[in-house]
């Protein structure tokens, strides 16, 4: 053990050697490299459209200024993108609801609603209260507005201006009278039994309370739900059901971690995620049928495999009693949703807390019962793109019509966009090959979905076109890269947020039809940034030693010797993609291996087992064994170093952040002579 702790000890001494060379050979230093944003410059974020479809805001910050503010360009005359002054900014709606023939935008906007006609921009303002009214949608008809507010469903009707509430939920036990004892009991029914009077004051009062209660307005049922969190309120289209989520938290302790650099001068303690195993908040979906006045709710125990246990809970049985691969009632799961169509049927994403199966479903609201139409199940655990996610999102999930559902699933390895019927059952890919679809947004007329995709292979992403009844993917973008794509209200245009590896994100503007060209709106690159000659890094992959192919990004210097030193980086968050043709959210580290490049390193920067892009069997690649495969990756990415491109196996470092962290730690104390300096970051 004296070898690797040794080598602990030593990693800021050694790594700074690495870092920082005593004569560096670059034009880069680690002061510029680390300034960030300051020294690339502020890229734009957060592009959306103006309801007309004729500007485009962003967030942005420019010279001087030093807090991101707002910005617009039009797209058509002059394209200088301008501040929004504070008025603009006041005035501007934020995301909403808009009824079916979109002429109407229900918007909330600092806890108050809004009504927007996208016409002419009028805007009517609905609340303005100290309150924080939330979450507002237009009810089937567009009749109403309904919204939450302090836990409760409201309708805003728009011809009235009338506000009904909807539901009547209150935390805690409602306050019962308490019970007389029972010799106290006996003798009050003694007392009507011997005195009339007595008896006719009770009729009278009975009757006077019957009164009251015919001449009050009728209210929504009351809903006590004791300690339990209370979300996810929604109303159907009709306004007849509301559903809602109940959580029964179990306050697992979380982990603290010091803050020590803080204005008191004292070390805060600041509160991070539990413990991996620790005990999790159980849910349960809930109806009210506000015709019938009633509460029930959702079972889950019809769905196939919904009592199945996890396969490893197999090897920990020792019991002579032989194992029962299922339990004996359903298992914790989490149902999301629903989405509704427009004629009011809901659909349901249900996803057991075990993560190994997702399914999806219709839910018959009057009799709170799911019908399910497609079950994935992963012994691994279910994920990738456009599926659930730890947000509590459904992941894609939609209506094509009353008949179709969309969705997508890693039922083939990766994941790809499906529709099953929901009257026959019967499911159809829309997508298929080895490639991930990540976006999906339907057209405003449903003929057409538009797609995110890597179809040209997992190192870059483009914008398509693919007819909704399935059919040939029709490519938008033209340049290799990655396309973060805003589509124009009237599908018309394209506001993309673009990248290259070696380039990073500007704002672009481009007609919606195939090859059409990119204009860039945007300069946000600072000189300094611009005068040095950026390297792209080659994509290459290394073969490990169960003959799996490995993704890596390559820094080679110029008429590179044998037997010079190298470096190898490890992403964090394990299940990240960062071998790819675009600007890497870990750009400073881009940055740093170009300096290590002139100063003569080999970096090699790997998509290890687990990362993400790849499907699913390398994103399970680590499965029940973290620092197994993963870790093998950085091992026999040194010796294909060492072997393939001549470094001297005795000059290779490691280092990376969070997830990248542990990697590191794990190879210097388990692959000892590998590495011969490595750094743990915010591990």
């Known amino acids: ?57 962003f967030s942005w910050q420019r010279g001087q200024d030093s807090l991101r503010s707002p910005y617009k360009v039009a797209i058509t005359g002059d394209r200088t993108p301008l501040p929004l002054t504070l008025e603009e900014q006041k005035a501007l709606p934020e995301d909403g609801d808009y009824n079916a023939d979109r002429t109407l935008k229900a918007y909330e906007k600092n806890g108050d609603l809004f009504l927007l006609e996208p016409a002419t921009g009028k805007v009517k303002q609905i609340t303005n209260t100290v309150g924080q009214e939330r979450s507002p949608r237009f009810s089937g008809d567009g009749s109403k507005v309904v919204y939450t507010f302090d ?10 201006g009338a506000t009904e509430q909807l539901t009547d939920f209150r935390k805690g036990s409602k306050k019962e009278e308490p019970a007389l004892p029972e010799y106290q009991q006996w003798l009050k029914e003694d007392q009507r039994g011997l005195f009339e ?18 001449l009050k307005p009728k209210r929504p049922l009351e809903a006590y739900y004791g300690n339990k969190r209370l979300s996810s309120l929604q109303a159907s289209p009709d306004l007849r059901f509301a559903t809602f989520r109940l959580t029964n938290d179990r306050n697992a302790q979380n982990t603290m971690v010091p803050a020590f650099v803080t204005e008191s001068g004292y070390i805060d303690e600041q509160r991070a995620r539990p413990k991996v195993g620790s005990p999790q908040d159980t849910h349960e979906m809930g109806i009210y049928d506000r015709q019938r006045d009633t509460f029930y709710m959702v079972d889950v125990k019809n769905l196939e495999g919904i009592k199945a246990k996890p396969a490893f809970l197999y090897e920990y049985h020792t019991d002579t009693v032989p194992f029962n691969p299922e339990y004996d009632q359903p298992k914790p799961a989490i149902i999301l949703g629903p989405v509704f169509s427009e004629g009011g049927q809901a659909a349901v994403v249900v996803r057991s807390q075990d993560n190994k199966d997702r399914w999806i479903a219709t839910l018959d609201l009057e009799q709170g019962a799911l019908n399910q139409l497609d079950w994935q199940h992963d012994e691994a655990w279910i994920g990738g793109p456009g599926i659930v996610r730890w947000d509590f999102s459904t992941g894609t999930l939609g209506w094509l019509s009353e008949e179709l559902l969309y969705y997508q699933s890693e039922a083939t390895g990766f994941s790809h966009l499906y529709t099953v019927n929901v009257r026959t059952g019967e499911k159809r890919a829309l997508t298929s090959g080895a490639w991930e679809v990540h976006d999906v947004q339907l057209s405003r007329d449903k003929r057409f979905f538009y797609l995110t995709a890597s179809a040209e292979g997992p190192h870059e992403q483009h914008f398509y076109r ?31 947020r673009y990248s290259y590896s070696n380039q990073p994100w500007e704002l672009y503007l481009m007609e919606n039809k195939a090859g059409a060209k990119m204009e860039r709106l945007t300069e946000s690159t600072t000189e300094n940034f611009n005068a040095y000659s950026w390297r792209e890094p080659q994509i290459i992959n290394f073969t490990a030693r169960d003959g799996a192919k490995v993704p890596a990004r390559l820094y080679r210097p110029e008429n590179a010797r044998p037997g010079g030193p ?43 087992r687990g990362s993400a892009g790849y499907g699913r069997n390398w994103r399970t690649g680590i499965y029940r064994h973290m620092g197994g495969k993963d870790l093998d990756d950085q091992v026999d990415g040194a010796k294909y170093l060492a072997e393939e491109l001549g470094v001297d196996p005795q000059r290779i470092g490691i280092y990376g952040g969070s997830y990248g962290g542990f990697i590191t730690l794990m190879a210097l104390f388990t692959s000892p002579g590998t590495f011969q300096a490595g750094a743990a970051l915010r591990s």
Do not use: C
């Open 197 to 214: 009077v007595l008896r006719e004051r009770k009729a009278e009062e009975e009757k006077r309370t019957s009164r009251r209660e015919a």
């Open 1 to 57: 053990m004296q070898k690797p702790f040794l080598t602990i000890l030593l990693l800021a001494f050694s790594l700074s050697l690495i870092a920082q060379p005593v004569n560096n050979r670059s034009t880069l230093t680690i002061e510029q490299i680390m300034q960030g944003e300051a020294f690339v410059g502020h890229l734009p974020e957060g592009i959306h459209w103006s309801e007309d479809g004729r500007t485009i805001y």
């Open 151 to 160: 836990d409760n469903l409201y309708a805003w009707d728009r011809a009235s």
């Open 466 to 496: 693919l007819p909704a009844a399935g059919g040939k993917l029709e490519k938008i973008s033209n340049r290799p890269g990655n396309h973060e794509v805003s589509l124009s209200p009237d599908e018309r245009h394209l506001a993309i």
């Open 566 to 608: 190298a470096v190898i980086f490890v992403h964090g968050a394990g299940y990240l993609q960062n071998v790819h043709r675009w600007w890497s959210s870990y750009y400073r580290e881009y940055m740093f291996h170009n300096l290590l490049v002139d100063n003569g390193y080999t970096v090699l920067d790997i998509d290890y």
